[in-house]
């Protein structure tokens, strides 16, 4: 037997290199059917055995004694007369015979589950390795060891009258099943991933018993009594000590189950009907579908994969789903949901709410999760965030042919709706919000458990009102967000990158809460943009930079208020909404250096500064190309109109030059005069190209220090009692004036502060 057992290995090595062609290719083909010198085939070694008659009836009824009693290269998995016994009396059949006389599709079914397609010895079935076969070095053995888990059977549904959508249309159209794939957990599945095997197993199957040890392994729920495979002419056998109940797609066990009836009722709004590979409508003479479900994991097919050549994937794949019981999905609906929230049942809730509600429900993890790894804190959602779920409170425990469920009749809300970006999901209020925030691809970011986050939660009408004009619009394909265009006066869809623009204009991280009371500057997820936060009230930079204007009245503050999660903060911080018309934006349009280079009108705190800028030459055409460059950030720091005027005879080359009370700029500046106004100047300007600058200076921001400038002085920027002060080298420090709270005039070159002096 030893002899006839080591030849069988070789041959083995060899059926596993021709993985790429089908089982029935492999029988047919002379060169490869076993060798004439195995004597024995499974059935006959079964019956010789005397104890698994009624396991030899149910093959013979269900039509696989030619496979079982053949030549094709099989691996058996052979429960006894005592384990058909029980397995008949908890079921309520008499015999094999009456269990083939009242449901003979069921016995077929479960027969075929105890054979797997090709042969598999004991190294196998412990550490299948579908890449590398059996010349696996022992370091190849040891990555990924037993987590390829899953072995084909040749148990599967037949063909079926399925009603579902086609192109969008009803259509009563012919599904094909899969055959199921058997789950074969071994002590190296259990010890690669680091969990107890033991305690892991009789999770899903209490009525079981772990015998697996330290290298052997169980089959779904049944034991292995053999320390090690039998070999016959045909293949492998192993003894086991339970008829396998064969398991059904995560999609139809929770379908069979009432309890699940409204999430599968959901996930099903997703179905759609994906016509079979080619080769499988060719086989069977006709054309046959597949149920999908579009967007969302593929629960519903037997395989991960329909080509049968994608051997890793297809003994690997597994879904792990954490499913809400109708008990629980009512619960959560009636606790997140309030009346005022504007979503009355489920079947109102948006689209995309569902999606992300069913994904959240999904493990991002090929390989199937056990609840250690769920304590441990090792698996996540399939969007990244946190499993909001006790593996000792589940309910329902169920290991099924293509992944796990565990089943729930309380649930926690999952991370995204708990987030900062929740009243996005939760109100109607926000759905341009919602749709913004699913383009901008940043939900997962803004979910993070690894963070504090402040959001500002913009409402429909501030999109609606915007210019331009945003909306959320309905078509065929679906809702989209769009934003109307000036140059052909219609609406198209916003862009991931406009979208992006938008969330991160609405988001704060590393804050904890937005200040009722004093002054906060807020740095946005757009950079060198600002919330300006003053007395319970909020603007940005952008909104803030127009009160430069001559014109402007009013102010650019407006209310704001918490909005929270049933009273208490998000889960990973705060959301606000503000007042403002239209959405926060970030600084466009004129920059700081262009305003500088053009700035004529008296009125303009900076009018005087400029008008120096232009007697020094520094101005061509509206730019200052001596200064600025492309690119690059500036902090300028202006003297006040009021400041140049008491201090114009100061300045370098401005002997001649005269301030009228209204402003007026007179006198001329010589060539040389120039040339020393133009060095001055150009100390008032700290540039990114000479210096490290993250932010602009305000107080309790990091832009402090000593700072090299595009003249000759070095400028240090200081703060003193939440005020900020510039001074050169051993000169005196001139303070940012007070009237405009000590905040910045940022723009998307650089920022300005006006103070109340000049540089000395």
């Known amino acids: 037997m030893t002899n006839k057992k080591t030849l069988l290995t070789k041959f083995c090595v060899l059926l596993a290199s021709l993985f790429v062609m089908s089982c029935h290719d492999i029988a047919d083909d002379d060169h490869y059917k076993a060798p004439d010198w195995l004597k024995g085939n499974a059935w006959e070694v079964l019956e010789s055995e005397g104890n698994h008659t009624m396991f030899l009836k149910a093959v013979e009824l269900s039509g696989y004694k030619p496979i079982v ?66 010349g ?113 797609t995560i999609h139809t066990t929770l379908k069979n189950n009432a309890n699940y009836s409204n999430f599968i009722s959901l996930y099903d709004t997703y179905a759609e009907l994906t016509e079979a590979d080619q080769e499988t409508s060719t086989t069977l003479g006709k054309v046959v579908y597949v149920l999908t479900h579009g967007v969302l994991p593929n629960i519903a097919c037997e395989w991960p994969v329909t080509n049968y050549r994608q051997v890793s994937t297809l003994e690997r794949r597994s879904y792990t789903i954490f499913a809400p019981s109708n008990q629980a999905i009512s619960h959560f609906f009636s606790s997140y949901w309030k009346p005022e929230s504007g979503y009355k049942s489920l079947t109102d809730l948006d689209p995309l709410i569902l999606e992300y509600f069913i994904m959240q429900s999904f ?42 469920v565990y089943g729930m009749n309380n649930m926690e809300a999952p991370a995204i709706f708990s987030s ?49 004009q945003m909306r959320l619009n309905n078509t065929t394909q679906g809702r989209n967000l769009e934003v109307y265009s000036d140059v052909d006066g219609n609406f198209a869809n916003m862009g991931s990158g406009q979208a992006r623009s938008i969330v991160n204009m609405h988001t704060a991280p590393n804050l904890s809460e937005l200040k009722t009371s004093g002054i906060q500057v807020v740095e946005t997820n757009t950079a060198f943009n600002y ?9 940005t930079s952008a909104l803030f930079n127009e009160q430069l204007s001559p014109t402007y009245q009013g102010t650019p503050f407006v209310n704001f208020r918490e909005v929270t999660n049933n009273g208490q903060p998000w889960e990973n911080g705060r959301a606000y909404s503000y007042d403002y018309p239209m959405l926060f934006a970030e600084a466009s349009g004129d920059g700081l250096t262009h305003r500088l280079a053009v700035g004529n009108d008296k009125n303009y705190e900076y009018y005087l500064f400029a008008q120096l800028l232009q007697k020094a030459g520094l ?122 709270y000590g905040l910045p005039f940022a723009f998307a070159d650089g920022c300005m502060h006006f103070i109340d002096g000049i540089l000395q």
Not at 97 to 112: F, H, R
Not at 169 to 191: G, K, Q
Request: hydrophobic content about 35%; proline content about 4%.
């Open 363 to 404: 493990a991002d993890e090929a390989d199937p999760v056990f609840p250690e790894e769920i304590n441990k804190g090792q698996v996540k959602t399939a969007y990244g965030t946190p499993i909001n779920v006790n593996p000792n409170e589940v309910d329902d425990r169920l290991l099924c042919a293509n992944g796990m």
């Open 136 to 248: 696996a070095t022992e370091e190849q053995k040891q990555n990924d060891a037993g987590l390829y888990y899953k072995h084909r059977t040749r148990s599967a549904d037949g063909l079926e009258q399925y009603t579902g959508k086609l192109n969008g249309v009803d259509t009563t159209v012919t599904i094909y099943h899969y055959e199921r794939y058997l789950p074969v957990m071994s002590y190296m599945l259990f010890r690669t991933k680091g969990i107890d095997a033991k305690a892991n197993y009789e999770y899903f199957y209490p009525n079981s018993q772990w015998t697996g040890g330290d290298n052997g392994f169980n089959v779904a729920n049944a034991s292995v009594k053999d320390a090690d495979a039998t070999v016959t002419d045909n293949g492998y056998l192993y003894h086991v000590n339970q008829v396998i109940r064969p398991l059904e």
């Open 531 to 539: 919330w300006f936060v003053l007395d319970g009230k909020i603007t």
């Open 619 to 740: 101005v061509q055409n509206g730019t200052m190309p001596t200064i600025v460059s492309d690119d690059t950030r500036y902090v300028v720091f202006v003297p006040t109109n009021e400041a140049i005027k008491n201090h114009i005879a100061d300045i370098p080359g401005c002997s001649a030059l005269k301030v009228a009370d209204d402003y007026t700029l007179s006198g001329t500046v010589s060539s040389s005069n120039k040339t020393l106004l133009a060095n001055y100047l150009r100390n008032y300007f700290v540039s990114s190209l000479m210096n490290t600058i993250t932010s602009y200076p305000y107080p309790g921001s990091s832009c402090k220090g000593n700072f090299y400038t595009m003249g000759s002085e070095h400028l240090n920027i200081t703060e003193s009692n939440g005020r900020i002060y510039a001074g050169f080298d051993n000169g005196q420090s001139v303070g940012v004036i007070e009237k405009y």
């Open 69 to 134: 009693n053949g030549q094709s290269v099989l691996t058996v998995m052979a429960p006894d007369d005592e384990a058909w016994k029980n397995f008949l009396q908890q079921n309520g059949y008499s015999s094999v015979e009456d269990m083939n006389a009242k449901d003979p599709v069921q016995l077929k079914k479960t027969v075929g589950y105890h054979l797997m397609y090709y042969a598999y010895d004991w190294a196998k079935m412990v550490n299948f390795r579908p890449n590398e076969g059996d």
């Open 420 to 468: 900062v970006v929740g009243p996005a999901f939760r109100d109607t209020t926000y759905q341009c919000f919602m749709y913004a925030l699913d383009l901008s691809d940043l939900v997962l970011s803004l979910a993070s458990d690894k963070s504090q986050f402040v959001t500002l939660v913009p409402s429909n009408s501030q999109f609606n009102n915007n210019e331009p």
